[in-house]
């Protein structure tokens, strides 16, 4: 017999709970029983499931908020840098 972990077990719940599949063929596409997907089912439910996923969403949506930071202080510098260089540097066309 083989001993799935905890993580193929939440990811196999969430398959047979969010994919509008039915729970027969979800045991079949992963090659585990009908029952020992039911019961992982009754096991891990929706509830943790949603946990996981609001973490999930709060790490990237911090990581994103770090890169949005990133990128308007690299705008922002650019855009300084283009003004500094437009006022020591006239264009040889302007009068």
């Known amino acids: 017999m083989m001993k799935h972990k905890d993580d193929f077990k939440r990811e196999a719940v969430g398959i047979a709970l969010s994919n509008g599949l039915s729970r027969r063929r979800v045991s079949s596409d992963l090659g585990v029983g009908l029952s020992t997907l039911c019961k992982w089912v009754s096991v891990f439910r929706p509830s943790d499931l949603v946990a ?5 969403l709060a790490r990237e949506n ?6 949005n ?5 690299e705008r922002d510098i650019l855009k300084n840098a ?6 020591a540097n006239p264009s040889p066309l302007s009068p």
């Open 52 to 56: 996981a996923l609001r973490a999930d």
């Open 62 to 67: 911090e990581r994103l908020r770090l890169e």
């Open 69 to 73: 930071r990133v990128l308007k202080e």
């Open 82 to 87: 283009t003004q500094f260089f437009a006022r």
